[in-house]
């Protein structure tokens, strides 16, 4: 019985998944961020205003 206690190791804990600084930065592009952060209407919806502020910027 002894033995058979000291050969199992006691379980590891895992790292916190809430501290920020355990986390790796994530570079994505810009768009990509939007995407992943936006739903599917907000896209729609960020689209259409990203075109429009684009038509504006080429008449001015």
Known sequence: DEAASTS????SQ?????????RP???LPHRKR???A???RDRRAHAY???????E???S
């Not at 199992?8 to 379980?11: D, E, F, K, L």
């Open 57 to 59: 910027a080429r008449m």
């Open 38 to 40: 936006l739903g599917p």
């Open 14 to 22: 895992l790292p916190s998944a809430s501290r920020k600084e355990d």
């Open 25 to 27: 930065e994530v570079t």
């Open 34 to 36: 939007l995407d992943i």
């Open 8 to 11: 199992h190791s006691p379980p």
């Open 49 to 55: 205003t990203r075109l429009l502020m684009e038509a």
